[in-house]
């Protein structure tokens, strides 16, 4: 793409209605005070232009990050790999987009038939972009918001139904903007601020939020800790009694993605002598109908030790519930104890410590893949010392978009302007805090366009304005590598180590290499 494209971009950025706050308009009146007044009040702008002048003509072309490619937290050589293990919802099971709108449809069901809500809830149509997974809800207080790795608070995140929270009124109700470490409900206590972070969340947060417009717009009062647990119970409700998956084995194809290359992944691995293994929480005659129809009759064949309704996270912490082989003709369970475990046979329940006994897996040498950061991936890595992958579905189309000219050439002046916030406000002057105030304000405008480049309300599920989400730090704690899709394997050779990119600390000093816009 041509350069002059690029410079175009950045002059909408200044001029654009929709983008750049009336301020900013104030800071060209402020700009011409400052010409006409003196040489030393006008430095500041000079500077401004130069670095601006200078970004335009250097900016080429954007940096493109491959979609499909694995990311590495930690060094993870797979020479080293010999056993592969699987979570199957969401991560060898690829569903597609109207799954969402089915769990919002029978979420809706189940709250007007069994909680008696009003029969109106049903006409609301599910919004699929309205939330980003890793939002967290504050049961006491009915908001939808985004932590970052700090617990703070992102401005401009904060919803109550599907209104907006102004930050004066979010400061006021939190005293501030960060949340306290005992008010999250995730590993400590049970506190009111629930992340709602599987990839069955978003249609939860949108029908919780519909309900609560629903009930103001009409008048209703409401105790917002009911009615996030009644919609909690809904939603987990058509997973638990099977409804859901009934709905989905009796249109299968309409739900699952066939062509996901998951057989070819398992063949490869099988031939290469790989050992492979399943652990799910779903049921053998679901997990049965999905695998036969992306992999074929067959499919067992090609995993070792096949695990199902395994009650992850307990899975990897409880030591006392052992293992049932289940029958499939009879959909039966044994009743005999379950000494070892062998290709073939199917088994439920059980715990990672019989596991580990009957089949001598442990450590550095096992990478187990999952959707769920927590039920999946969190205890195996810090109890058990397995290497791990996160399946991140909505990655590939977060890399689409920061892959973007106008997304990229964003970052770049975002963050040369906040080079030159932090030198000027060295300048004690009057006329220098106007100037210093006039960008701080452009870099809220910047802040706020490069968010709706990928959702409108809650922007990037990887990143607040300046931070990491609290989704991405729990992301690159639990996780060794992540990926949108585990068949993105196949792109690369079995004996390939992924290595982490060599991040800067603020105290060190700045002699990587710097490619434009390929922070997210």
């Known amino acids: 793409m041509e350069m002059q494209t690029g410079c175009k971009i950045i002059r909408r950025f200044l001029s654009s209605k929709n983008i750049i706050h009336k301020s900013v308009k104030q800071c060209i009146a402020l700009q011409r005070f400052f010409s006409n007044n003196g040489a030393q009040k006008a430095d500041w702008w000079e500077i401004y232009h130069r670095q601006k002048k200078s970004m335009e003509e250097s900016f080429k072309e954007p940096v493109q990050i491959n979609p499909d490619a694995i990311f590495a937290n930690n060094e993870t050589p797979l020479g080293e790999i010999d056993i ?59 908001l939808l918001l985004k932590l970052d790795s700090f617990h703070n608070i992102q401005l401009g995140t904060v919803y109550r139904g599907t209104k907006a929270l102004s930050d004066e009124a979010v400061k006021t109700l939190y005293e501030g903007t960060h949340v306290s470490l005992v008010d999250m409900n995730t590993f400590y206590g049970t506190g009111p601020m629930y992340q709602l972070v599987d990839l069955f969340a978003p249609p939860e947060m949108t029908l919780l939020c519909n309900i609560t417009d629903f009930f103001m717009e009409n008048g209703i009062p409401y105790d917002p800790e009911y009615v996030f647990h009644d919609v909690r119970s809904a939603v987990q409700g058509v997973h638990n009694s099977g409804q859901l998956h009934s709905q989905i084995m009796s249109d299968i194809e309409r739900y699952l993605d066939k062509e996901s290359g998951i057989s070819l992944l398992l063949e490869t691995l099988a031939k290469q002598r790989k050992q492979l293994f399943l652990i799910t929480n779903s049921g053998f005659p679901f997990v049965d109908a999905g695998m036969k129809f992306m992999v074929g009759d067959n499919w067992r064949d090609l995993f070792d030790v096949i695990i199902t309704k395994a009650r992850k996270p307990k899975f990897f912490n409880e030591s006392k519930r052992p293992f049932r082989i289940y029958d499939p003709d009879t959909q039966n369970e044994s009743y005999d104890r379950v000494l070892k475990l062998s290709k073939g046979k199917i088994y439920q329940q059980g715990n990672y410590y019989m596991l580990q006994n009957m089949t001598g897996w442990c450590g550095f040498n096992v990478l187990y893949f999952g959707d769920h950061v927590y039920s999946d991936l969190a205890d195996p890595s810090l109890k058990h010392g397995w290497r791990t992958g996160a399946i991140i579905p909505e990655l590939e189309a977060e890399i689409t978009k920061s892959n973007s000219l106008e997304y990229q050439l964003a970052v770049k002046w975002l963050c040369t302007l906040q080079d030159l916030i932090e030198n000027a406000q060295m300048d004690r002057a009057q006329d220098t805090s106007e100037i210093r105030q006039c960008w701080l304000d452009e870099r809220r405008d910047l802040r706020n366009y490069t968010k709706s480049l990928f959702n409108a309300r809650f922007g990037s599920i990887f990143r607040t304005y300046h931070n990491p989400t609290y989704f991405t730090r729990r992301l690159a704690r639990f996780a060794d590598v992540y990926t949108s899709n585990v068949t993105n394997l196949l792109n690369y050779p079995i004996n390939h180590t992924f290595y982490p990119r060599r991040t800067e600390l603020p105290h060190e000093p700045h002699v990587l290499s710097t490619s434009h816009g390929t922070s997210a």
């Not at 690829?94 to 008696?116: C, D, N, R, S, T």
């Not at 939330?131 to 504050?138: E, I, L, T």
């Open 84 to 142: 592969y293990g699987f979570d199957y919802d969401y991560t060898l099971a690829y569903y597609k987009p109207e799954l969402h709108h089915l769990i919002f449809k029978l979420g809706q069901e189940a709250l007007v038939q069994k909680h008696k809500y009003p029969t109106e809830l049903i006409d609301i149509e599910y919004c699929p972009d309205f939330a980003v997974r890793g939002c967290h809800y504050d049961v006491r207080k009915g």
